[in-house]
């Protein structure tokens, strides 16, 4: 005795969802590659902007000393002998501001 085999026929929408479903397992692996590529480049972007942001940083503290230093009474005094001036601490008057 034979044993018959049927042909299960596939409808149109179970051929397009097996189709998907191959389409997808073969891509999947592309976009993850794609991302973790992705992400990796912004990390070193970011990384190397908090390098910059440090350096300024840096930069600004060091300007802030210099015009601390520039600011000084003494460097003011200093600067105004040199152009013939004197200090005269009665010709001072202190403006203070009220809240």
Same mark, same amino acid.
């Given at each position: 005795?034979?044993?018959?085999?049927?042909?299960?026929?596939?409808?149109?929408?179970?051929?397009?969802?097996?189709?998907?479903?191959?389409?997808?397992?073969?891509? =999947?692996?592309?976009?993850?590659?794609?991302?973790? &590529?992705? $992400?990796? @480049? *912004?990390?070193?972007?970011? #990384?190397? +902007?908090?390098?910059?942001?440090?350096?300024?940083?840096?930069?600004?503290? =060091?300007?802030?000393?210099?015009?601390?230093?520039? &600011?000084? $009474?003494? @460097? *003011?005094?200093?600067?105004? #002998?040199? +152009?013939?001036?004197?200090?005269?601490?009665?010709?001072?008057?202190?403006?203070?501001?009220?809240?």
């Amino acid at each position: 005795m034979k044993k018959v085999k049927k042909k299960v026929k596939m409808s149109k929408f179970e051929k397009l969802l097996y189709s998907f479903a191959v389409i997808l397992l073969l891509i =999947s692996p592309i976009c993850i590659v794609f991302s973790k &590529a992705t $992400l990796s @480049k *912004i990390n070193f972007e970011v #990384e190397k +902007q908090k390098k910059e942001i440090e350096k300024q940083k840096k930069t600004n503290e =060091s300007l802030e000393m210099t015009i601390d230093e520039l &600011a000084s $009474l003494t @460097k *003011i005094q200093e600067v105004a #002998e040199e +152009q013939g001036l004197s200090y005269n601490n009665s010709n001072i008057k202190s403006v203070v501001e009220d809240n």
